[in-house]
């Protein structure tokens, strides 16, 4: 098991910049995937970016070029480096890692089962 705390949201004028981290913790493997989402009110869960063992990385194409992934492998934590933040970016952002930490699939939002409590990024015009 493993047991993630996101932080660092807050609120923000359009074209600002913001930095969430997730602490990751329970488990002394690191070596797994791992990803960030976002839910607005009204709207389904949207992945947003995932970071592979490794350094590969996926973005989705309304945030790719504007938000980073990391993680900082010796501290176990993830982060997500937001740029140029825009109005539709306003969301509760969770971090999530995979039901097989070992296997470490992150293929699809289903393979994701452990979940953070979420930080809220609210973006102004």
């Given at each position: 098991?493993?047991?993630?705390?996101?932080s660092g949201g807050g609120s923000v004028q359009d074209g600002g910049s913001l930095r969430l981290s997730c602490a990751a913790s329970g488990?002394?493997?690191?070596?797994?995937?791992?990803?960030?989402?976002?839910?607005?009110?009204?709207?389904?869960?949207?992945?947003?970016?995932?970071?592979?063992?490794?350094?590969?990385?996926?973005?989705?194409?309304?945030?790719?070029?504007?938000?980073?992934?990391?993680?900082?492998?010796?501290?176990?934590?993830?982060?997500?480096?937001?740029?140029?933040?825009?109005?539709?970016?306003?969301?509760?952002?969770?971090?999530?890692?995979?039901?097989?930490?070992?296997?470490?699939?992150?293929?699809?939002?289903?393979?994701?089962?452990?979940?953070?409590?979420?930080?809220?990024?609210?973006?102004?015009?």
């Amino acid at each position: 098991q493993v047991r993630l705390v996101e932080s660092g949201g807050g609120s923000v004028q359009d074209g600002g910049s913001l930095r969430l981290s997730c602490a990751a913790s329970g488990n002394p493997y690191s070596g797994y995937c791992m990803g960030w989402f976002r839910q607005a009110p009204g709207k389904e869960r949207e992945l947003v970016a995932r970071s592979w063992p490794g350094g590969r990385t996926t973005y989705a194409e309304s945030v790719n070029g504007r938000f980073t992934i990391s993680k900082d492998n010796a501290k176990n934590t993830l982060h997500l480096q937001m740029n140029s933040l825009k109005p539709e970016d306003t969301a509760m952002y969770y971090c999530a890692a995979p039901w097989d930490l070992y296997g470490s699939s992150c293929r699809t939002t289903g393979d994701f089962g452990y979940w953070g409590q979420g930080t809220q990024v609210t973006v102004s015009p």
